[in-house]
């Protein structure tokens, strides 16, 4: 139980172009997912919040113009990434927190993950 | 600011070992730590979730303790496998104010397990 799907897992663009990377909780409902960046043999820096029904909330220094963050569901959240240049390319892996079986409050369960995307724009 | 650290940042080691990582954290006002797995080009697997009011948790070969007071955990890896060879990242998941629900990743320690 508790997986996220994460596609696509590979996508190369061209300068300019726009890509979309999905986030799909696939047996539970995630109203909060979050994204993150990984870039190469670094950790993982978290770019947003993703809150099902309401804006994203981003973290400093992360341009919510170029990183467009859609939660419609309580199953999918999406990454846009607009405009996308060379220095966009990097990891991006969604997070998603199973809700504790029973339970109607937040409480932190183990956070999954999906297997990432890797973006590269030439 | 919350900063989590982990020591060492590479290890390698003979098949059969017995093996400790170590992750370090500044604001002990921590909700829960997290244990993961990443293999190159791939996501993150749970190891282990260790909540505030637990000490340890177990799982097969691994064991991971918490000590809220002193900001440290530690996985331990028995009987080490090549198949164990990765990078392990601990998270420190926060409740309170502007970090609700986040999670602070350290740099991670690349194990190597040869043969």
């Known amino acids: 139980g508790a997986v996220v799907s994460q596609h696509p897992s590979r996508v190369i663009c061209k300068s300019g172009t726009s890509v979309k990377i999905e986030c799909r909780s696939l047996?539970?409902?995630?109203?909060?997912m979050f994204w993150y960046r990984q870039f190469p043999k670094q950790s993982l820096m978290l770019m947003a919040t993703s809150n099902e029904g309401s804006k994203a909330t981003y973290e400093q220094g992360v341009e919510k113009d170029k990183f467009l963050i859609n939660h419609a569901s309580l199953t999918l959240s999406t990454l846009t990434v607009t405009s996308a240049h060379p220095e966009d390319s990097s990891f991006y892996i969604c997070?998603?927190?199973?809700?504790?079986?029973?339970?109607?409050?937040?409480?932190?369960?183990?956070?999954?993950f999906g297997s990432g995307t890797r973006l590269t724009v030439v | 600011k919350q900063e989590v650290t982990q020591i060492p940042a590479a290890l390698s080691v003979p098949e059969g070992e017995n093996l400790v990582l170590n992750c370090s954290f500044t604001?002990?006002?921590?909700?829960?730590l997290q244990w993961f797995r990443q293999d190159p080009g791939k996501g993150l697997t749970s190891l282990l979730l260790?909540?505030?009011?637990?000490r340890e948790q177990t799982s097969g070969r691994l064991n991971a303790s918490l000590d809220k007071s002193s900001g440290r955990s530690t996985l331990y890896i028995a009987a080490s496998q090549p198949g164990d060879s990765a990078t392990y990242l601990c998270?420190?998941?926060?409740?309170?104010?502007?970090?609700?629900?986040?999670?602070?990743f350290g740099q991670g320690t690349i194990l190597t397990v040869h043969p």
């Open positions: 047996d539970f409902q995630a109203t909060t």
């Open positions: 997070s998603a927190r199973p809700p504790s079986p029973g339970q109607g409050r937040w409480r932190p369960y183990g956070y999954t």
């Open positions: 260790i909540q505030s009011s637990q």
């Open positions: 604001d002990s006002a921590i909700y829960n």
């Open positions: 998270a420190a998941i926060y409740a309170g104010g502007t970090s609700y629900g986040k999670l602070t």
